[in-house]
């Protein structure tokens, strides 16, 4: 067992209308603590009331669990007068047959008490607050998708065909082509033309054909709604995106730096930014942000063999995100990057390779932030140079 490393501490079990504290507290230098347990309510004067409770006994860390999002008012009202962690449930896990709340907290105090409660990365409020609006950012997007398709849908269940004339048929030309179908405007050249833009126009009859269908009154009702939705969704994106560009105006250098690695653009720095932080010290090495990402190897050894090596869950954002520019990589102009993806897909395959350049970046990020210095590109022949990979320092 390890040894004792605070005389006194505290577990919170928190859940939306109830919270469980346990003290853990040493008198007198005798070995087994002295328990303390009492249940406090949820609003601000109960958790003012939990603070002054657990002041009164000296209190010096409170350790929680990161359960859905009711710690974090809990954390705002206690992160100014003690030492916070936050626990994910995973790694704290209760001794199986003794889980009621008093014990959960019991537990987790007890784990505090001896120093082994793994440390979550809670960052500052300006990169909670950027990372609220990026993620709301990234299901907008996937309800936006939604929506597409579900219009797109009723467009096929009538037999209208213009997704096969047209490569987008929500773009301006598209929309407008969409209205008419609404509307039950006759589909004649005149007000097709009066809609249509660009090479679009020369492609009449081909329009004309393609939306010859059977338009119901149902389907031009929910065809409107979906059109009607995608609009407002739309507006929603300009304005979350808006509001991020303010939120990064602080963070814009670090963003311009970030920029400069190759599958990084400004809305993707904003997202490593708002996951990961400006302070790479909570990250020992660029080997711990990658494991915290989930993009390093797991390890899943026994009796001296490999029984698989998949990468952990991690940050799924910071994931996707990098794992998207990656995908970029791949498919963009040769330089050391994607060099680097095609010698590991030849061996390994596409996907591993996705995975192998995704820690690559995050590398490049932990160093870029760090150490403040600028991406140079060595070019796809780096390896024939007998060179390493290294960093230009500004």
């Known amino acids: ?60 860390l409170v350790s929680m669990e990161s ?58 409020d300006a990169i909670q607050e950027l990372r609220d609006v990026t993620r709301y950012r990234k299901r907008l997007i996937s309800d936006l998708n939604r929506e597409k398709n ?31 179908l609404i509307n039950q405007t006759a589909l004649t050249t005149e007000n097709i033309l009066a809609v249509v833009k660009t090479t679009l126009r020369g492609k009449v009859p081909e329009l004309k054909e393609a939306m010859d269908g059977f338009m119901s009154p149902h389907s031009r009702f929910m ?42 653009d400004q809305t993707t720095a904003a997202v490593i930014i708002a996951e990961c932080g400006i302070d790479m010290e909570t990250f020992p090495s660029s080997k711990n942000l990658a494991s915290w990402a989930g993009v390093c190897p797991g390890n899943h050894e026994s009796a001296g063999k490999n029984k698989g090596g998949k990468v952990p ?11 998207q520019g990656a995908l970029g990589i791949s498919k963009g102009k040769r330089n050391r990057m994607k ?10 395959g596409k996907k591993k390779a996705i995975i192998a350049v995704v820690h690559l970046m995050i590398r490049l990020i932990y160093k870029v932030i760090k150490e403040k210095c600028h991406y140079r590109e060595l070019g796809e022949n780096y390896l024939n140079k007998k060179t390493v990979y290294e960093l230009q320092v500004v």
């Not at 995106?241 to 970030?258: G, N, S």
Request: charged content about 25%.
């Open 1 to 60: 067992m390890n040894d004792v490393v605070l005389d006194c501490c505290a577990g919170l079990d928190i859940h939306s209308k109830e919270i469980v504290a346990c003290v853990l507290q040493t008198v007198d230098g005798k070995k087994r603590p002295k328990k303390h347990l009492k249940a406090f309510g949820t609003t601000t004067k109960e958790l003012l009331i939990l603070s002054d409770w657990l002041d009164s006994f000296g209190v010096t």
């Open 339 to 348: 060099s680097f993806f095609l010698r590991i897909q030849k061996n390994s």
């Open 67 to 124: 359960t859905g999002v009711y710690w974090h008012c809990v954390w705002r009202i206690l992160q100014n007068n003690f030492e916070l962690r936050l626990a994910n449930p995973q790694r704290v896990k209760t001794i199986p047959g003794k889980k009621t709340d008093m014990k959960d907290a019991e537990w987790l105090a007890r784990l505090t008490r001896l120093g082994v409660v793994p440390h979550s990365f809670v960052p500052p």
């Open 223 to 264: 065809l409107d709604l979906h059109l009607t939705q995608i609009e407002h969704i739309e507006a929603q994106i300009a304005r979350v995106e808006e509001t991020i560009h303010t939120y990064m105006i602080p963070f814009q250098e670090i963003a311009d730096r970030l920029d400069e690695i190759p599958g990084i």
């Open 313 to 323: 869950k991690g940050n799924r954002y910071l994931k996707r995100v990098l794992s």
């Open 150 to 180: 579900r219009g797109h849908m009723v467009l096929q269940k009538s037999g209208i065909k213009l997704a096969s004339v047209m490569k987008d048929i929500y773009g301006e030309s598209g929309r407008g082509l969409l209205r008419l």
